[in-house]
């Protein structure tokens, strides 16, 4: 399991249980730096036609939760933007007419696609999750429905959902990819969570697959640095310390997952959340997310990366889809490159976990990652729009 840092909020106490203790307050120098990271959202919701201003949610196939209505939104607004819930919001059909998506209903004033060719978008009223093209992806914002129309968070329109289904309109030029880090969790006397049943520790899982990973980018022509190789303890500070000594061009942390209810399966995939919003296991907002942070440079490739692994991972595992989801996991907030968070799989769970302990499907794992990351690649090769 990760640790994520105090600045994204209470976890659910029942998973926060299960934790190890080794989180540590993000330090005042790095945040210092971190506070110049704020102009760069502003600068990406001009460029991927967002105007700007002068609790985890369920699967959209479960019944709908109930409607909470909306504050009026603030007076003067700039055009095609309201304030809603303390957050910009940007009406969801001109949003789609800025990215070439058509529009329909599947429940009027509720339910609502964004759609072309390629992508498929369901966007339903006061969830903090959208399905795009059948995976699921958590919003830092709630969706809003205000006068007969779907409002979708600015910050999420611009910074998640854009990035992802164009990432050419991401401003500035596309990150290098020569230096990948590889961050196997936990180690040492940590660790991780266990399967004493079967005998299983989440360190050496992580290690494995971690070397599967290595292995499998080093023959493909990638420089692949690792935070551990061997059974050891490293801070969390010093595994994000490294990767930027290493001047790594991708970060990935690599992790097993579990939950006090064994029933619980799935893969979850984890990137940094946005400067202003709330985690998405925070069940409200705290002054600690308006802090900008060192990983908040690469927001928008973020989306891109964890999007390009999550798909792959949940495709080739075949595994239940818990989400793209949100973390200020210490080591997201203090790389300089993009990163992603991976939770592979339930250690808590017998059947999930007698397959994690099979090397055939460890493999599974190094492979979806790895795809992933060449999905990714691609992105960053593909030109202008």
Request: include cysteine; glycine fraction near 10%.
């Amino acid at each position: 399991m990760r640790t994520e840092s105090p600045a994204a909020g209470a976890r659910p106490s029942v998973v926060a249980g299960l934790g190890r203790a080794l989180t540590r307050s993000v330090g005042a120098a790095c945040v210092r730096r971190a506070v110049l990271l704020g102009f760069a959202a502003a600068v990406f919701l001009s460029c991927v036609g967002v105007a700007p201003l002068s609790a985890q949610g369920s699967s959209p196939s479960r019944p709908s939760p109930p409607r909470v209505s909306a504050p009026a939104p603030a007076a003067a607004p700039t055009a095609g933007v309201r304030t809603f819930l303390g957050a910009t919001y940007v009406e969801a059909t001109a949003w789609a007419a800025r990215f070439g998506l058509k529009v329909s209903w599947l429940e009027r004033g509720r339910r609502l696609q964004l759609f072309n060719q390629t992508t498929r978008i369901i966007l339903e009223a006061d969830r903090r999750e959208v399905e795009l093209d059948d995976l699921r992806v958590f919003l830092g914002e709630p969706i809003v429905e205000s006068g007969g129309q779907l409002w979708l968070g600015t910050v999420d329109a611009a910074t998640l959902l854009g990035a992802i289904i164009r990432p050419a309109s991401i401003p500035g030029s596309p990150p290098a990819l020569r230096v990948i880090c590889l961050d196997a969790g936990h180690g040492g006397t940590d660790t991780g969570t266990q399967n004493r049943r079967l005998k299983l520790d989440e360190k050496a899982l992580t290690l494995d697959v971690a070397q599967r990973v290595r292995r499998l980018l080093e023959a493909k022509g990638y420089r692949v640095v690792m935070t551990r190789s061997d059974d050891r303890f490293v801070e969390l500070e010093d595994r994000a310390a490294f990767a930027n000594r290493a001047k790594a061009d991708l970060f990935v942390s690599i992790h097993f997952n579990a939950f006090p209810q064994p029933g619980v399966t799935g893969t979850e995939t984890y990137i940094l959340t946005r400067r202003g919003q709330r985690s998405t296991g925070a069940a409200k907002r705290e002054s600690s997310d308006q802090v900008g942070l060192p990983g908040h440079r690469a927001d928008p490739w973020n989306a891109v990366l964890g999007h390009a692994i999550h798909r792959q991972l949940v495709g080739r595992l075949n595994t239940a889809d818990r989400g793209l989801k949100f973390g200020r996991f210490k080591v997201l907030t203090l790389v300089n490159c993009p990163g992603v968070l991976v939770e592979s799989g339930y250690l808590s769970n017998e059947a999930e976990a007698r397959r994690i302990a099979t090397p055939a499907y460890r493999a599974d794992i190094a492979a979806g990652i790895v795809a992933g990351i060449e999905s990714y690649e691609a992105q960053l090769r593909r030109p202008a729009r």
